[in-house]
């Protein structure tokens, strides 16, 4: 399950957040991991 709750908690880093729809348009997954480089 994806939580918010971790936001504006730590210094911002760049991540990649890539969000999976349905041909339905129904937000099926949530894909958030950090960025390769810092």
Same mark, same amino acid.
């Given at each position: 399950?994806?939580?918010? @709750? @971790? =936001?504006?908690?730590?210094? &911002?880093?760049?991540?990649? =957040?890539?969000?999976?729809? @349905? @041909?339905?348009? &129904? =937000?099926? $997954?949530?894909? $958030? #991991?950090?960025?390769?480089? #810092?």
């Amino acid at each position: 399950m994806y939580s918010a @709750s @971790s =936001l504006g908690h730590e210094d &911002v880093t760049q991540q990649t =957040l890539t969000l999976t729809f @349905s @041909s339905a348009g &129904v =937000l099926t $997954n949530i894909d $958030n #991991k950090p960025a390769l480089t #810092k």
